[in-house]
């Protein structure tokens, strides 16, 4: 699952004055510059929303970009689907990464990662990646979703919390569902699968984790915001403010990382020992063999892009810490797949509220989009997944309610799903930069939300509001109360036996 660190670069329009390249019927864009920066602190709680207006009302829903007084950085902004599909797809070895973002995040992530990566290294990356993600290591990834994360840890958590009467932050505790699972796969580490672990909040180096990532993360971005980079680069260099807070916090980073791969490393060598040596599935133990390749036949490509092992172990470090952002029978994963009305659910939902809201690339060249928009060379080139999932000329009239029945091609909420054009639904992205992992997290979320909603109803215990960060999230978490349901459907089948184990009353 490509979790991009660096797709939220529309936010930059917080130090912006935005000018529109045509008119619009109601001359927005010829408003004082003033007036416009005036809008944003006016607006910037509701950035997202404001954003989505400004969209709405622009010339084929793509407005140009300034830095404050004109300076700084410039680019595009687009909810289109025809200029999406030309900037993921259509003219793709134009649309890079850039050195914006990549200047910004490399002391967190290093500039070497895939999220970060361009040309041939990133190509390399991709490939090696993608074996991962197999139909076959799918099915896998959904036997242990399924039948030990559920059984053992998160549903004994949610019975504990329902017996107690326990109001508790449901978002932070599918975070840390979540990353076990990523460690599993990604990583080849068994975190605690036990329901005890999650009853304190988990392991005191996770939590101290999670705390310093949030820093370093939101810090990083936040060196997008500055109109020049000679702001924050003082800072580092004086090590004051939110730089020293970086530095510390990529400390603790870098320590855990240090863990999770001598834990990799052990694993590994205990599974060669007790059992015959297969091809690993685990990203880490792909990514090390890389870097040890020497024989010159094409597959040690990627590790002679790095000069020496302690190069290679610093890449193998930021891979690491880059896949934790994100964070089997066959008749297990089948029954998943089968689940069309959960599964348009959770499309829905996402189409409202991605969870990376914005994306960002930079022209290589200049170019023209397909309606007409000139960009030039080094402009960034941003396109919202939040503003389409809101536009009326993408979705119709109804485009701000939720209903899953539009994605199902039956009547009363029947029939199959049916996706659309990554163009029109970029929540994945699209074109080569496609997340690898989309099959992967539709398989985590349908298992936990059908195995969770079948047996507790959940009452949120305060409206929660979302927050302006690299990724979409709650504003404080999602504090809940949860109680038992009085009965529990038996239509999932040997899907519900793997969950509930033989002895589940």
């Given at each position: 699952m490509e979790y991009s660190l660096f797709l939220f670069v529309l936010v930059v329009v917080i130090l912006l004055l935005r000018r529109c390249r045509r008119r619009t019927r109601r001359n927005n864009n010829h408003r004082p510059p003033r007036a416009n920066l005036v809008a944003f602190l006016v607006n910037g709680h509701r950035f997202l929303d404001w954003s989505t207006t400004l969209l709405a009302a622009a010339p084929a829903s793509t407005m140009e970009v300034y830095g404050p007084l004109g300076s700084g950085h410039r680019g595009v902004t687009t909810a289109n689907p025809a200029v999406v599909e030309h900037i993921v797809r259509g003219n793709f070895h134009n649309y890079v990464k850039g050195d914006r973002i990549k200047t910004a995040f490399a002391d967190l992530l290093g500039d070497d990662g895939?999220?970060?990566?361009?040309g041939r290294r990133w190509i390399l990356q991709r490939k090696l990646a993608s074996y991962s993600f197999s139909p076959r290591v799918i099915r896998r990834f959904a036997a242990r979703v399924v039948g030990d994360q559920l059984r053992r840890r998160l549903l004994p958590f949610f019975a504990?919390?329902?017996?107690?009467?326990?109001?508790?932050?449901l978002q932070d505790l599918l975070r840390r569902f979540t990353f076990d699972n990523i460690c599993s796969f990604a990583f080849g580490v068994d975190h605690d699968s036990s329901s005890a672990a999650m009853e304190g909040g988990g392991d005191r180096r996770d939590s101290a984790f999670f705390a310093a990532f949030d820093d370093a993360v939101d810090i990083s971005f936040g060196r997008i915001l500055h109109p020049t980079t000679v702001v924050w680069k003082v800072m580092k260099l004086l090590d004051v403010g939110s730089e020293r807070r970086l530095r510390r916090a990529i400390a603790v980073v870098d320590e855990y990382v240090t863990t999770i791969m001598a834990d990799s490393s052990e694993q590994r060598r205990r599974r060669c020992s007790d059992e015959e040596e297969e091809e690993p599935d685990d990203l880490l133990s792909r990514f090390t063999a890389a870097m040890e390749e020497d024989d010159g036949d094409g597959d040690g490509e990627l590790g002679e892009m790095f000069s020496s092992p302690a190069a290679k172990q610093l890449f193998l470090r930021d891979t690491v810490k880059t896949f934790a952002v994100a964070a089997v029978e066959d008749t297990y994963y089948d029954e998943l797949k089968k689940m069309h009305y959960l599964h348009a659910s959770i499309t829905e939902t996402m189409r409202l509220y991605p969870p990376v809201p914005m994306a960002s690339r930079v022209a290589a060249a200049g170019d023209v989009l397909p309606d007409g928009t000139a960009v030039e060379a080094g402009w960034f080139a941003d396109y919202s997944s939040y503003a389409m999932g809101r536009m009326k000329s993408i979705w119709g009239e109804d485009c701000g309610e939720f209903r899953?029945?539009?994605?199902?091609?039956?009547?009363?909420?029947?029939?199959e799903f049916v996706g659309v054009d990554a163009a029109r639904y970029p929540v994945f992205h699209g074109g080569p930069r496609s997340c690898l992992g989309k099959e992967m997290a539709y398989v985590q979320m349908k298992a936990v939300a059908d195995a969770v909603i079948r047996r507790f109803a959940v009452e949120v215990v305060?409206?929660?509001r979302h927050e302006m960060a690299v990724t979409l999230r709650m504003k404080g978490g999602l504090r809940v109360r949860v109680s038992r349901r009085r009965a529990v459907s038996s239509g999932m089948g040997r899907l519900g036996h793997v969950i509930d184990g033989p002895s589940a009353s």
């Open positions: 895939i999220f970060l990566a361009d504990a919390a329902a017996d107690d009467g326990r109001v508790f932050d899953p029945e539009r994605w199902l091609n039956g009547d009363a909420g029947g029939g305060a409206p929660p």
